[in-house]
C-alpha cells in the first residue's frame, strides 16, 4: 500500500467527465463534457480506463458521470465500486470527530488507556500519543512499519512536533476505538455515517454484499490490467475503502455541510494543526487545508493513490463546491487540472498557488 497524501496530486489536475449522469444539474458545461467519444479518446491516450466524477454545488450532489471501463470490453456502469485507497482516511477521521462531538471519545486523550501496540509497548512516546496527533499526521510513525529500518513501528520524532504522513497512525486508532467500544470498525462507521446517508455500496472489506461485477479493476501505467486484486477481509482505516462516487460524494456533501458537528470542532477540523509544506498548505483534522487564493475561501481536500488507483475529493467550504474524482489507473492523477478550473470558482486561483 502506497497511499500518500501529497499536495503534488494538484500538480497534475486535467478536464474529464462522466455519463450516466444520476442527478439533475442545471448548471452548464463546457462543450468538452459534452462529447463522449472526444472524452474516451482522451482516457485512451492518458492510458486511464474508467473515471468517475462526482459534481457539488450550492452543497448540494448536482451530477455524476462515468466514463470508460472497468477492464477491457466492460463498460463502467454510473455505479461503479471503486477501491479509493487513502479516501479512507477522510471517513475514518469524521467518524472520530463525530464520536468526539458526542462526548464518547477525547481528541487529547492519550491512546494509551485504550490500547498500545507491542511494537512501542517501552517507548515512553506511546503514552503521549493522541487522537489529535493521530489526525493531524504528527504521530512520529512512518507511513507503513515496513518502511523502518527496523521493520516494526517506531516512533521517528516526539508526538506533535512534526508532520509526517501516517497510515499506521491511522491503524493505532481504530486499534483503539475498536478496543474501547468493542465494535469493528465498519460497524462503528455503519451507527454513525454509512446507515445514516444511505451509503449501502461502502465497505472497510470484501464481503458478500459487495457487488464484484461492477469493480474497477486496477490498471498500470500502460493501461493494462497488470494488478492481482487483493480482497481484503478485515477492515484497514487508512486504506483500501470501497465505495462508489454517489455514495462518497453524498459523504463530501455531508461533511461540507457541517457532518452535524459544534461549531468548535468544525473551526477545529479546518484549522492548521501542521505545517505540510508551504505556506499555504497545511493539515487540519484529517483534512489538508489549502488557503491564500483570495476571498476568504479554503480548500478541503484528500488524495489517494495505490497501484493502479488515483482519487481525489476536494471542497471549498465558504463557496460549498466540490468535486469527487475516481479513476482506475496508475495515470489517473493526470486527469485532475482541468477539472479542477473547470468546476471550482476557485480553481484556477488554486491552481496557480499549487504550481
Excluded at 497534475?12 to 442545471?26: H, P
Excluded at 474497477?216 to 497488470?226: F, T
Aim: proline share 3%.
Amino acid at each position: 500500500m502506497r497511499t500518500v497524501l501529497k499536495l503534488d496530486v494538484l500538480l497534475f489536475l486535467v478536464l474529464i467527465a462522466c455519463t450516466n449522469s444520476a442527478l439533475l444539474a442545471q448548471q452548464k458545461d463546457s462543450g468538452f463534457f459534452n462529447q463522449q467519444s472526444s472524452i474516451l479518446h482522451w482516457l485512451a491516450d492518458n492510458k486511464v480506463p474508467a473515471l468517475g466524477i462526482g459534481i457539488i454545488r450550492e452543497g448540494k450532489l448536482q451530477q455524476i458521470r462515468m466514463y470508460g471501463e472497468l477492464q477491457k470490453g466492460v463498460p463502467a456502469p454510473y455505479n461503479a465500486i471503486f477501491n479509493v485507497a487513502s479516501l479512507t482516511k477522510p471517513v475514518v477521521s469524521m467518524l472520530t470527530l463525530k464520536l468526539i462531538d458526542k462526548g464518547e471519545w477525547k481528541l487529547d486523550e492519550p491512546l494509551a488507556q485504550y490500547w498500545i501496540d507491542p511494537d512501542v509497548m517501552n517507548d515512553p512516546r506511546s503514552k503521549k500519543l493522541t487522537t489529535r496527533h493521530i489526525l493531524s499526521h504528527q504521530t512520529g510513525f512512518v507511513n507503513w512499519r515496513w518502511l523502518h529500518p527496523s521493520k516494526k513501528l517506531a516512533f521517528d520524532f516526539e508526538p506533535g512536533s512534526r508532520f509526517q504522513y501516517s497510515g499506521e497512525g491511522f491503524e493505532y486508532l481504530r486499534k483503539a476505538l475498536e478496543k474501547k467500544f468493542g465494535k469493528s470498525l465498519e460497524n462503528l462507521a455503519d451507527s454513525l455515517i454509512l446507515r445514516q446517508l444511505k451509503m449501502h455500496d461502502t465497505h472497510f472489506s470484501w464481503t458478500q454484499a459487495v457487488d464484484e461485477k461492477r469493480f474497477a479493476a486496477w490498471h498500470d501505467k500502460e493501461g493494462k490490467a497488470s494488478y492481482e486484486i487483493t480482497r481484503q477481509i478485515t477492515g484497514n482505516a487508512a486504506d483500501d475503502l470501497l465505495t462508489t462516487v454517489e455514495d462518497y460524494s453524498n459523504f463530501g456533501v455531508w461533511v461540507l455541510n457541517g457532518a452535524g458537528l459544534s461549531a468548535s470542532l468544525l473551526k477545529e477540523m479546518s484549522k492548521p494543526q501542521s505545517s505540510i509544506r508551504a505556506e499555504h498548505d497545511h493539515m487540519g483534522l484529517g483534512w489538508e487545508v489549502l488557503d491564500g487564493f483570495g476571498n476568504n475561501e479554503y480548500a478541503i481536500l484528500h488524495s489517494g493513490s495505490d497501484k493502479g488507483v488515483q482519487t481525489l475529493i476536494i471542497m471549498l467550504p465558504v463557496t460549498k463546491e466540490g468535486l469527487v474524482i475516481f479513476t482506475n489507473g496508475d495515470n489517473g492523477s493526470k486527469l485532475y487540472e482541468k477539472l479542477i478550473t473547470e468546476f471550482l470558482t476557485a480553481g484556477a486561483a488554486i491552481m496557480k498557488l499549487a504550481h
